[in-house]
């Protein structure tokens, strides 16, 4: 397969990630409900808009539907907005909803980034809105409650005010060039964080820009069968993002193919993203025609019965 069409199939993925980057955008203090839709029955309706102003989960048992990037999710859980060794950011999005599995997870692995990291905790980003499913603002994945991201910047040791969790922006980790970390960021406890959270069997993947991932296989020493979970991916440069396989019995979660089990740390593992192409890409000669916009109709079936659930 060429660079060129490389490229040009990760393409979508590089916008979504560009767009992921753009949680730093502040949030507010004061979020305002979004205006009813007009006509929300219109088979036109971007999904986006329906899920977008659920602000509750469905009242049943948790049940995944459909694939991280084209799903949904009933019965979904909230992650505390203060724990003992986490804090959940921009409060006024709405998305520190999970799958149940996912919750307890984030609550293990922000108590081991306490234990082995000397971090006070984990400061938690986007998570899933309360009935998943595709996102107003930010994300082509999370919407099946099995995501998550994680703030690089250690949690402090107090609690955030409601003005600092809407405010302040996590640290960048990597260097201008885009080729290594930055040494006055990223720390030698950076590493047990990713590693706990990459240890845990129900991790699928976790997603770090591709400085980390070379800093990750740089460092680690001992087992490093952790490191194929880790995986290179546009942005996430100042946050890991953690996805967690379908859970035991959800018959309508749709898998992702098991990652390899190499390291993923050769330098013909990396090129590509550190390719010109990659790191400086060139605008297409003739820009594409946006996407447009999933409708419920692009979605699983039962994601229908979700949006409409009590």
């Not at 203060?82 to 520190?96: E, K």
């Not at 809105?129 to 919407?143: E, F, N, V």
Request: one cysteine or more; aromatic letters at 6%.
């Amino acid at each position: 397969m060429s660079s060129r069409l490389i490229l040009s199939l990760l393409l979508p993925l590089a916008l979504a990630s560009a767009s992921s980057a753009l949680a730093q955008t502040k949030g507010t203090v004061d979020p305002r409900p979004l205006p009813p839709l007009a006509n929300p029955n219109d088979p036109s309706t971007p999904a986006k808009e329906l899920f977008g102003r659920k602000a509750l989960p469905t009242r049943s048992a948790p049940q995944v539907v459909g694939f991280y990037a084209k799903g949904c999710i009933a019965g979904a859980e909230a992650l505390a907005l203060n724990g003992p060794t986490w804090q959940v950011m921009r409060l006024s999005r709405n998305r520190n909803w999970a799958h149940p599995q996912m919750v307890e997870l984030i609550e293990r692995v922000s108590a081991k980034a306490n234990r082995i990291a000397g971090w006070p905790g984990l400061l938690v980003g986007d998570m899933s809105q309360p009935r998943g499913g595709p996102m107003l603002t930010g994300h082509a994945s999370h919407q099946i409650g099995l995501d998550a991201d994680i703030w690089l910047t250690p949690m402090p040791n107090r609690q955030l005010s409601r003005n600092e969790r809407e405010e302040m922006s996590a640290v960048m980790m990597v260097r201008k060039d885009r080729l290594d970390i930055d040494p006055a960021t990223w720390t030698p406890t950076h590493l047990p964080v990713i590693r706990a959270a990459a240890q845990e069997p129900a991790v699928e993947r976790i997603f770090v820009n591709a400085a980390i991932k070379k800093a990750l296989c740089r460092e680690a020493k001992g087992d490093r069968s952790w490191l194929s979970k880790v995986r290179p991916m546009y942005g996430h440069d100042y946050h890991f993002h953690i996805r967690i396989k379908c859970p035991a019995g959800a018959a309508d979660c749709e898998s992702q193919t098991p990652p390899n089990e190499g390291e993923g740390c050769a330098a013909s593992d990396l090129a590509y993203w550190f390719s010109d192409a990659v790191l400086h890409p060139k605008p297409p000669p003739v820009p594409p025609k946006p996407k447009p916009p999933m409708t419920l109709a692009d979605m699983p079936a039962a994601c229908r019965q979700v949006l409409t659930a009590p």
